[in-house]
């Protein structure tokens, strides 16, 4: 680490000497209607055909040989903004606000990009997708959902309909780094899967990064989705919202210290309870079924040099009658922004995240004899420095660091027999992790341009607890059983890992419209999710790397065309990608994952393998447009133990996937959409053989053979259509009508396959295909915003 430091500032201190004779042009890019920041703006230097973007707060800075120069600000959907300027003398702080296009507000924006950025960029396996394109397209509901929205772009799956989380090339829900201004969100779903945990209406921008990932992330193995909250209208006051089938949104946002800050507030609950409670007699009377979520941001401007940033996101899901859950997230964010000259920015965070369980028998008795409650939690905190430093126009060095602490409950419960109150569970655990890291993005000439970066993390298990040893298993695929337990103290360290995490990417211009790009990256993860079902649920149990369960670790090299047709209206790409995966955690027969206190003998460990192509075509501009992606892939697994130690298909396997969008602006008053998706099902494990005992048929599967047969493929179709009003409440702002249908066709897709008795002959069996929706579902909802 030392090394490393060393490094950094000597690299600091050449290029400030190279940078003598130069000038710098700083500052910041924002809307001109709300005062929000806008990430990636494009300013381009004409004379020099050279220039940057502007990061994650809308900051810019480049440095060039003194003389004048035509700048260029161009972002999509608003009106480009040319300044002249002259460094000859110092250096010169310009801030821009930019105004909305009219005429590109009358289409649909479907990337807030620079027409060739998909082209000219170093980011490949790299999608955005902009909230204005979220809220047209058609969902359940008719609830905006971005966790939904990006199953529709190339690599990204789920394991059925309804199901929690999301697959990115072969990874599994907990290979994903979810962040919410940049603070962890370890269970992004409502209600089992059926919506995520981000209010479209606070939400700014989203980011799915599926490889060439660069050195300032880190922690999980497979993709990183970075979702950045509004800052709030800065301008004026407004309230927006909406009122739909199954929940209602609110939010309000408005300056605050005369034009030197803002802030933003955001509400939404289902009341599916409500609308029932009248129809609910007997045991369901007094049923729970409900969800909310409470997002807040607010940020003040000190000085020119100094902002400082608040957000903090709290939702709950509770279900239930007299036997009930709930599970929710908490994540708050401090961030502050800070200019150390015009050359050198810092943004330091420091970060709460807290997911929780919990299940209880007696919600509807205050006094009760016999009753069971559980509860479980992973808590971690964290700051993480990021300073980004702008040499020249041809470099953009990021370097930085992190520090997190996390705290994991696998279960404390309370059982009460007769009065009696008996507790059970797991002791707590506890580990650290710590990062450095550096990475340079570099133009080498006007047609090769490289991304390079390194990123060391440290990760360490500590006590207090105690440490398992565990001897051989009787035969592979079997319980591995503990031999000795070893106490620890509170803070002593258990086990160390150590890894280096090199970054790379590449892009090879072949013409203005046309360019090959790679990456390799190699990423670490020390937390697991551990879960045996079909589709993983909010009681999943996260544990830590331990003597026992090393780190997962992943290789990815990714191989893409892409080519822009017809002045940049359509956009083409194809990727290529294999990712190695090791480490990977699977589970004997009737593993006991829950409240089990030595697990870890439960576990099976070997490695992963996904390879695969991406095809992707977007229409980004005109009445109509949308895209088509289409990804064939192969996800395998090889566990000592199972399958006679052959790779076989993860549960996750799909081996094609089609997603088409389509986006048609009719008039200024109508649009309309629709999505369509097709995909292969997902394998299964059935039973080889059975046994009858006392004329009861008990399936079986003899070999413990797994996921050696598929489940039927599912497509499904989806439309809506948009109407503008004129006016919201009392002839003020504006307002819309969103129609829309969930599967037209009505196709029953199988969520899965299972196995049961015949009801008529109990010594027979049968195969039964579950889905979780089995009908045409329509919804309206009112929008609104003055």
């Not at 089992?192 to 980011?207: C, I, Q, R, T, Y």
């Not at 939404?268 to 369901?284: C, E, G, H, T, V």
């Not at 037209?744 to 579950?770: C, G, L, M």
Request: net charge positive.
């Amino acid at each position: 680490m030392k090394k490393i430091l060393l490094f950094i500032l000597s690299l600091l201190y050449f290029t400030q000497l190279y940078a003598q004779e130069k000038a710098t042009i700083s500052g910041y890019i924002k809307d001109a209607a709300n005062g929000e920041g806008l990430i990636g703006v494009s300013v381009y230097v004409q004379e020099l055909k050279t220039g940057t973007t502007t990061n994650a707060y809308g900051f810019y800075s480049l440095t060039l040989p003194k003389g004048p120069y035509n700048l260029v600000f161009t972002y999509v959907g608003y009106q480009n903004v040319l300044k002249t300027i002259d460094l000859s003398l110092q250096d010169l702080k310009l801030d821009i606000e930019l105004k909305d296009d009219a005429k590109a507000l009358q289409e649909v924006v479907v990337t807030t990009k620079r027409a060739d950025e998909n082209v000219k960029s170093l980011e490949m396996s790299v999608n955005k997708v902009d909230i204005k394109t979220i809220q047209k397209m058609p969902a359940l509901l008719g609830e905006v959902d971005i966790i939904k929205s990006i199953q529709f772009l190339p690599g990204v799956t789920s394991v059925g309909e309804g199901t929690s989380g999301f697959n990115v090339r072969g990874g599994g829900i907990d290979q994903n780094l979810v962040l919410l201004d940049e603070a962890p969100v370890y269970n992004s779903s409502h209600l089992f899967g059926f919506f995520s945990v981000f209010n479209p209406d606070a939400v700014k921008d989203v980011k799915l990064i599926k490889g060439g990932i660069p050195a300032q992330y880190g922690g999980r193995v497979s993709s990183i989705l970075d979702v950045r909250m509004k800052e709030g209208n800065a301008k004026k006051p407004q309230f927006s919202g909406g009122i739909g089938s199954i929940f209602s949104r609110f939010t309000y946002e408005r300056p605050i210290f005369k034009d030197k800050g803002s802030f933003i507030v955001a509400l939404r609950r289902s009341y599916i309870d409500i609308l029932a409670k009248p129809f609910l007699k007997d045991d369901l009377k007094g049923s729970r079924f409900y969800f909310y979520d409470f997002t807040a941001k607010g940020n003040l401007r000190i000085n020119d040099k100094n902002t400082i940033f608040l957000s903090g996101y709290f939702g709950r899901d509770t279900f239930g009658a007299d036997f009930g859950f709930n599970w929710g997230n908490a994540t708050t964010s401090f961030r502050w922004n800070h200019i150390f000259n015009n050359k050198l920015f810092l943004n330091n965070t420091v970060f709460y995240s807290n997911y929780d369980y919990s299940l209880q028998t007696d919600l509807k008795k205050k006094n009760t004899q016999d009753a069971f409650r559980w509860k479980s939690n992973i808590i971690t905190y964290s700051i993480k420095p990021d300073f980004t430093y702008y040499p020249n126009a041809n470099n953009t060095i990021t370097f930085g660091g992190q520090l997190t602490y996390y705290t994991f409950n696998p279960g404390q419960a309370v059982a009460i027999s007769g009065g009696v109150e008996r507790a059970i569970g797991l002791d707590d655990k506890f580990a650290a992790e710590s990062a450095l890291y550096i990475g340079n993005e570099q133009k080498i000439t006007s047609k090769i341009s490289l991304q390079y970066g390194l990123r060391y993390s440290l990760y360490d298990y500590l006590g207090k607890g105690n440490a398992l040893e565990l001897g051989e298993a009787p035969a592979e695929g079997e319980r591995r059983p503990v031999t000795n337990s070893t106490p620890f103290n509170w803070g002593q360290s258990i086990k160390k890992y150590g890894n280096f995490e090199p970054r790379f990417a590449a892009n090879i211009g072949l013409g203005e419209n046309n360019s090959i790009k790679l990456s390799y990256n190699r990423l670490v993860q020390y937390l697991h999710l551990l879960s045996n079902t079909t589709a993983s649920s909010p009681l999943d149990v996260w544990t830590p790397s331990s003597n026992n369960i090393k780190p997962q670790l992943s290789d990815q090299i990714a191989l893409g065309y892409f080519h822009n047709i017809a002045d940049n209206l359509y956009e083409t790409s194809v990727e290529v990608y294999y990712k190695k995966l090791y480490n990977q955690i699977d589970y004997i027969r009737n593993a006991d994952l829950l409240l089990n206190p030595s697990v870890e003998g439960d576990l099976l460990f070997g490695d992963g393998r996904a390879y695969g192509a991406e095809f992707y075509v977007k229409k980004t501009r005109g009445k109509f447009n949308g895209w088509v992606s289409y990804t064939l892939a192969r996800t395998e697994r090889k566990i000592p133990g199972l399958n006679l130690n052959q790779w076989f298909p993860s549960r996750i396997d799909k081996t094609h996937n089609l997603a088409v969008v389509g986006i048609y602006d009719l008039n200024s008053k109508w649009s309309f959409s629709t999505n369509f998706t097709f995909s292969t099902g997902t394998p299964a494990s059935f039973p080889t053989n059975k046994f009858v005992w006392q004329d009861i048929a008990l399936p079986h599967n003899y070999y413990d053979t797994r996921n050696t047969y598929r489940i039927p493929a599912s497509h499904r179709l989806d439309i809506s259509a948009t109407r503008q009003n004129k006016h919201a409440f009392f002839k003020k702002g504006t307002s819309e009508w969103v129609f829309s249908v969930y599967n037209v066709y009505n196709r029953r897709n199988p969520f899965s396959v299972f196995v049961r008795q015949n009801e008529n002959d109990q010594t027979r069996t049968e195969a039964v295909r579950y889905a979780i929706f089995g009908t045409i579902i329509p919804a309206v909802t009112y929008n609104f915003k003055f």
